[in-house]
């Protein structure tokens, strides 16, 4: 598979974003946890263009959702809870186990979170929005500062009131 790879700044540091040329493969942000963006030569791409557009929109308070195609990697239990994550609404959060229901695997609540954690498309698939049973934040790939951050932008604490 041929990527183009692009690093694009917010205001949760670079990213890093990968395309396959027809939907968005990856983004990355520096030094996280699970993975590391592929090889691939700089550049941009209109996969990349529209991610970065639909990315500084929800950075700037914008954008509640995005639509830019998408090619997460992973097994299949990894993709039935990568769309799973998905369907949580804007500004809204949701415990592990209610994810490992919600894909008809009840007793899957630590697979869940395995998965959670190697989602390849942070932000846009929302696994930030993933917190524990007792409403505690819990691990993310991109550190706990940038899931407080993504949390609280949605929650309207970074913007005044009417954007």
Request: glycine share 14%; net charge positive; charged share 20%.
């Amino acid at each position: 598979m041929s990527v183009t790879v692009h690093v694009h700044e917010s205001p949760v540091g670079p990213l890093t974003l990968v395309s396959d040329g027809a939907a968005l493969a990856g983004v990355y942000f520096e030094s996280q946890k699970h993975g590391a963006p592929p090889a691939g030569p700089r550049g941009s791409d209109k996969i990349i263009d529209g991610a970065r557009k639909q990315l500084d929109a929800y950075f700037a308070g914008k954008r509640t959702s995005f639509d830019v195609p998408l090619a997460p990697k992973g097994t299949a239990f990894q993709t039935r809870v990568w769309h799973a994550l998905t369907k949580i609404p804007y500004g809204e959060t949701t415990s592990y186990g209610a994810i490992a229901n919600a894909i008809g695997s009840p007793k899957a609540v630590r697979a869940v979170g395995a998965a959670n954690g190697r989602n390849p498309i942070p932000i846009i698939i929302p696994c930030h929005r993933v917190i524990g049973a007792n409403g505690s934040l819990t691990g993310f790939g991109g550190g706990m500062a940038r899931k407080e951050l993504l949390l609280d932008l949605e929650r309207g604490a970074l913007f005044p009131a009417g954007r």
